[in-house]
Antibody, heavy 118, light 110 residues
Framework: EVQLVQSGAEVKKPGESLTISCKGS????????IGWVRQMPGQGLEWMGF????????RYSPSFQGQVTFSADKSISTAYLQWSSLQASDTAIYYC???????????WGQGTLVTVSS | QSVLTQPPSASGTPGQRVTISCSGS????????VNWYQQLPGTAPKVLIQ???QRPSGVPERFSGSKSGTSASLAISGLQPEDEADYYC???????????FGGGTKVTVL
């Protein structure tokens, strides 16, 4: 079974750093793009960008460029989403997805809830 | 404000047909495939329709997708209580050089 399993919920203070993870299994992790999608509370879906685990080539949506960093370790089939300084507005659920084609995302990870509050 | 426009809500009684529209432009829907996602309450989205009108294995036949010009539609024929969820369309946007989502449509089964 193809699946993506994400790390657990996080509660952080503004200004803190954070890395969340997404581990793939059941397919060739290194050869398919992993995307990240944000869902703010009560809101819709926003594509943040994607990374190719094979060579760590990362592309960012303009809205997220400079705000987050994608990385991947193909040896352990894991992708990461990192913040260096969180803000309250980063509070959201973050999903990793296998990006099959331009807008075909399958499967989705279960989501990681990030709460940033003082 | 989403690049793709969906109605915020839709509703119907069990057995009825419900249609959700997704309006875009020549930069996205007209020139790229459309995919639809279903998000049940408290869960991650899952793909419902891929490549405009293809149902992945396991998706009930009552769900169907279509596309014409700069618009796409998702139809649920024979609405079921378990179809109560949020539905999102998505397509690549050539101008933005990335995928874009509709704002989502909340389907309520009356």
């Amino acid at each position: 079974e193809v699946q993506l399993v994400q790390s657990g919920a996080e509660v952080k203070k503004p200004g803190e750093s954070l890395t969340i993870s997404c581990k793939g299994s059941g397919y060739s992790f290194a050869t398919q793009w992993i995307g990240w999608v944000r869902q703010m509370p009560g809101q819709g879906l926003e594509w943040m960008g994607f990374i190719y685990p094979g060579d760590s080539d990362a592309r960012y949506s303009p809205s997220f460029q400079g705000q987050v960093t994608f990385s991947a370790d193909k040896s352990i089939s894991t992708a990461y989403l990192q913040w260096s300084s969180l803000q309250a507005s980063d509070t959201a659920i973050y999903y990793c997805v296998r990006q099959m084609t331009t807008s075909w995302f399958d499967p989705w990870g279960q989501g990681t809830l990030v709460t940033v509050s003082s | 404000q989403s690049v793709l426009t969906q109605p915020p809500s839709a509703s119907g009684t069990p057995g009825q047909r419900v249609t959700i529209s997704c309006s875009g432009s020549s930069a996205n829907i007209q020139s790229n495939i459309v995919n639809w996602y279903q998000q049940l309450p408290g869960t991650a989205p899952k793909v419902l329709i891929q490549s405009n009108n293809q149902r992945p294995s396991g998706v009930p036949e009552r769900f169907s997708g279509s596309k014409s010009g700069t618009s796409a539609s998702l139809a649920i024929s024979g609405l079921q209580p378990e179809d109560e969820a949020d539905y999102y369309c998505a397509a690549w946007d050539d101008s933005l050089n990335g995928p874009v989502f509709g704002g989502g449509t909340k389907v309520t089964v009356l």
